[in-house]
């Protein structure tokens, strides 16, 4: 019998709240002639990106309450493994956390013999904000990391910076990263044809970028950030909300908040969405008959203060 082809991968990465999880839903709604295994990982220990995936017919499989680059890497293997098992597509895409290097998810792939012969990387796809990246590579490693490790570059949210920034926050990707192929974006849309599937992948020029690439004892871990996760059993009043969220942006270093609200007098459950001081609230579906209500909130960035955070919270809860 001749050896099964093997199953392309591609990594979705970028900062937090730059819209890869908006391309993930992209990717999995055109017709594209992919049948598509998605794993998804997350920070915190609530789940929020997977319930945002508008699920088609794929195999979905969520980790959360881990970064793929440290401890959840066993499980990452094991997950590939289970899915190959189980078999029924030909393209696997794995959606990192916003904080996560994608240089140690790829050399999974490389270093691990299981996996060799079963799967190929295809490429590293990063999706970077127009409006903020300037700001976020000069706080953080990780944005700088996900450019320079990155096939190909989605410069996202392209509708919300001038033609001018937009010029120069392009030239500054491209002194980070002059070999991926870079699209301009909103909402994360893209064609397809030119961006899956490609064999862009290039061992040598991740080693050009990192010489330790391929090292497994080499791990970088990015212990500024840090993440909490809050459930809460009552609704919200939301006009005692947006003024949370207002102080939030002015006090706090929060990079991304994200979750679902009950909100009190609303029959629909609401998902909140933050990027830095930038919020919104969109009303997602009817909450079922029987089903509980709650919301569940995360926030990461710098610092955060939980103790503080869940307090003010817990004031603008009906009561």
Not at 82 to 95: A, P, R, S
Not at 226 to 239: A, G, K
Request: aromatic residues 6%; negative net charge.
């Amino acid at each position: 019998m001749s050896q099964p082809k093997p199953v392309p991968v591609s990594i979705l990465t970028g900062f937090l709240g730059a819209g890869k999880t908006t391309l993930l839903n992209f990717i999995l709604k055109q017709q594209h002639g992919y049948k598509f295994a998605v794993i998804i990982n997350e920070v915190g220990k609530i789940g929020v990106d997977g319930q945002l995936v508008e699920r088609q017919q794929e195999e979905i499989v969520e980790m959360s309450n881990g970064c793929l680059c440290c401890t959840v890497r066993k499980d990452l293997v094991r997950g590939v493994q289970n899915l190959l098992k189980k078999g029924g597509f030909d393209y696997l895409l794995i959606e990192t956390t916003g904080i996560a290097d994608p240089g140690p998810i790829a050399q999974t792939f490389l270093n691990i013999p299981q996996l060799q012969q079963l799967v190929r990387m295809d490429s590293i796809i990063t999706v970077v904000d127009a409006e903020q990246i300037a700001k976020q590579l000069t706080e953080t490693e990780t944005a700088r990391e996900q450019i320079a490790m990155a096939d190909f570059i989605l410069l996202n949210k392209t509708d919300l910076v001038e033609d001018a920034a937009l010029v120069a926050t392009e030239a500054k990707v491209r002194g980070l990263n002059p070999h991926a192929t870079l699209f301009r974006t909103n909402q994360s849309q893209v064609n397809l044809k030119e961006l899956l599937d490609m064999h862009a992948f290039d061992v040598d020029q991740k080693l050009a970028v990192d010489p330790q690439f391929l090292d497994e004892l080499s791990q970088r871990h990015h212990h500024e950030i840090n993440s909490i996760s809050l459930e809460f059993d009552r609704p919200f009043n939301v006009e005692a909300l947006e003024l949370f969220v207002q102080e939030l942006s002015e006090r706090e270093k929060i990079y991304r908040s994200k979750g679902f609200l009950w909100v009190e007098g609303n029959p629909r459950r609401a998902i909140f969405h933050g990027v830095n001081n930038r919020f919104t609230l969109l009303w997602d579906r009817l909450w079922e008959k029987q089903e509980p209500r709650n919301s569940q909130l995360v926030f990461i960035g710098k610092q955060i203060d939980e103790g503080r955070i869940r307090s003010q919270l817990e004031q603008c809860v009906v009561r």
